[in-house]
């Protein structure tokens, strides 16, 4: 089941991302680590250069679910175990619902 957000949320997210927050906090970001390190100079100058870019995207990675844990699980018993096809089922049954 997916978690929804609020509109509120989905508003800020949405404000925080096209309003230019995001540049300005990692210029400043950027200028207190060149204050902490300064022999990383040339590395910090190339990223406060290229600052424009929204470095953050939604993931697409796809998440594990109930059904898709147990459907691998009874392939890796199936992988494991040689019976009879009539015994297979009922025994990875067991197994992966611990009956």
Do not use: D
């Not at 250069?49 to 009874?74: L, V």
Request: charged content about 30%; proline content about 3%.
């Amino acid at each position: 089941m997916a978690i929804k957000t609020s509109k509120s949320n989905e508003l800020y997210f949405s404000t925080y991302k096209i309003s230019g927050k995001y540049a300005k906090n990692r210029r400043k970001k950027l200028e207190r680590e060149l204050k902490r390190n300064p022999n990383n100079e040339k590395q910090i100058h190339q990223a406060l250069s290229n600052i424009s870019a929204y470095r953050r995207k939604k993931p697409s990675t796809k998440k594990w679910s109930k059904t898709a844990i147990k459907e691998c699980m009874i392939k890796k018993v199936f992988s494991k175990i040689n019976l009879s096809p009539a015994q297979t089922s009922t025994h990875a049954f067991r197994i992966v619902w611990g009956i």
